[in-house]
């Protein structure tokens, strides 16, 4: 138990020895500790900065370090053993948190340290995370009577059950379905970058022989393999059962997540209105910027409205177009078709097709350009620290991010393809490691943050580069604005570093600003 590396607690995680086996123990033990931890702090506790705020941050980012690894290691590296070892330590975790949470010495120390004679004394960041705090015990059930706080972490914990599992439904249901095309005429119209990773899916499939010429083809429900299938293949009724099979991803069968969905929603509403509100929409709203429920409808009719005619007016030049093609479904197009059309339209309107525009986004390029962007616009070097690190794949990249001076300020893992069978599908940002000033003895170091940028775009296939399509262009673009905002930033607070304390309607801002201007 000494070497159980999730107990290390702080520093770049040494994913190379972390295994399935070692997260049962090391989380239990981890929560006794940070349990007495607690116990101590509250009857301890003195409603200061240094006397409330610093000694609770100690606590937490042992526990957010510890399953936030494991967390992270769920969406990159699925594998049966880490599911069975992460659900059987998931309650004991939820039950901690729903403690943390509800602990009355803490919350009424938040309140006094907020009027108190030394409130006006401190930082903005500092106020913004002590009343973030005090808002977020409350939305956690710590005014709530015995009775109903029992109920309310009964919920919490079934909540946690239940994501989980409909995170694993969908990756499994994802990794289920497959289309083997073994003639010409199933392939027809697909372009070679997706005729050789079908043929590359095949051989690893087992079928040793496949290549992009003569197949077999493996087409998936990944992205890579997907939407390219539905935009280029002549086939409508193969379009048309992987769309299905992709729309209706785990809601039949062993993965089906139409109970899930049900409960999770009766729960939600159940919460909320154990918490006063009359929806769980209320309640999320409660640690957002949009004022209201109607605010937010408001907002969406709005763009419904600006955008229903140009949205109509396309479809009827889409069909105006498959029927100057002959095609009988001109007329009703389906979802199925509207991808396939849409490419036609482009290559002849353009004169030039997405794929053609795969060899100008080679991901070395990409980064390449990227990086000379970030440099323009905000004055940081990124250069690569491949070796320097532990990663969980061989495929995973790490870079250093440094200021005008060259003194390194922010560090961050690239995780660029597509790994079906242990990866979860989408694209994200997410925090390894909070920017934070750390106090040992006498001596004051400043904490660089550490992001992981994940991404699903198309692998390097039969030895050659990922060639991305512009949408997976935009997509990493995307990321890296959200892991900029964690990185570059300034706060030295934990609590408010980053894109901690963010509204989540608000969080987006950098990430659009990256991927649209």
């Known amino acids: 138990m000494e070497n159980n590396p999730l107990l290390i607690g702080k520093g770049i995680p040494p994913f190379e020895a972390i295994k399935p086996e070692q997260v049962v123990p090391g989380i239990t033990q981890l929560l006794a500790e940070l349990d007495q931890e607690l116990t101590c702090l509250e009857t301890q506790v003195i409603p200061t900065w240094s006397g409330l705020v610093e000694p609770l941050d100690h606590l937490t980012e042992r526990l957010t370090w510890s399953w936030g690894v494991v967390g992270h290691l769920m969406s ?57 705090a ?16 029992a109920r309310f972490n009964e919920i919490q914990l079934e909540l946690a059950e239940l994501a989980t599992k409909f995170s694993n439904n969908v990756l499994d249901a994802t990794k289920a379905f497959s289309m083997t095309l073994t003639s010409k005429d199933e392939v027809n119209g697909l372009p070679p970058s997706l005729t050789s990773l079908a043929a590359q899916a095949a051989r690893a499939a087992g079928e040793e022989k496949a290549t992009p010429e003569n ?41 089906d997540n139409t109970s899930v969905i049900e409960r999770i929603l009766e729960l939600r509403q159940e919460k909320a209105m154990l918490l006063g509100f009359d929806s769980y929409a209320q309640l999320s709203l409660a640690s ?16 419904r409205c600006k955008s229903y005619e140009a949205a109509a007016k396309d479809l009827d030049e889409l069909k105006a177009f498959a029927a100057a093609k002959g095609v009988p479904e001109a007329n009703d197009l389906q979802p199925w078709d509207v991808s ?23 991901l070395p390029q990409v980064l390449d350009g990227l990086f000379a962007l970030v440099k323009r616009l905000f004055g ?8 320097t690190v532990p990663v969980w794949h061989e495929d995973v990249r790490y870079f250093q991010i440094a200021d005008h001076t060259g003194a390194a300020i922010a560090y ?106």
């Open 380 to 387: 940081v070097s990124v250069t690569a620290a491949d070796g």
């Open 412 to 517: 961050f893992y690239l995780d660029p393809y597509s790994r079906p069978a242990e990866k979860r599908g989408g694209a994200w940002m997410n925090e390894c490691i909070n920017r934070a000033k750390i106090t040992e003895g006498s001596s004051t170091t400043t904490r660089l943050p550490v992001a992981y940028l994940i991404c699903n775009q198309t692998p390097p296939v039969d030895g050659k580069p990922s060639l991305m399509t512009f949408n997976e262009v935009e997509t990493l673009f995307h990321e890296f604005g959200h892991g900029l905002q964690h990185m570059l930033t300034q706060v030295d607070y934990p609590g408010a570093a980053g894109i901690n304390n963010i509204e989540w309607d608000a969080v987006e801002l950098p990430s659009q600003f990256m991927e649209n201007w």
């Open 76 to 132: 990159v590296k699925n594998s049966p053993e880490l599911r069975q070892a992460y659900e059987s330590v998931q309650p004991q975790v939820v039950q901690f948190i729903n403690k943390l949470n509800q602990s009355q010495p803490l919350y009424k120390a938040f309140k006094a340290l907020s009027a108190g004679k030394d409130w006006s004394s401190l930082e903005l960041a500092q106020q913004r995370i002590v009343e973030a």
């Open 215 to 255: 197949g077999p083809w493996r087409i998936t429900l990944d992205y890579p393999s997907y939407i390219p299938f539905l935009k280029h293949s002549s086939r409508r009724d193969l379009r048309q059962k992987l769309y299905k099979a992709f729309v209706s991803r785990a809601s039949e069968g062993d993965w």
């Open 134 to 149: 005090i808002r977020d015990a409350e939305l956690s059930g710590v005014g709530l009577e015995a009775q109903k706080r």
């Open 340 to 362: 396939f059309w849409s490419e036609r339209q482009r290559e002849e309107k353009f004169a030039f097709s997405a794929e053609q525009l795969r060899p100008y986004f080679p």
């Open 288 to 303: 957002k910027m949009a004022p209201d429920v109607a605010a937010v409808e408001a907002l969406l009719e709005e763009l």
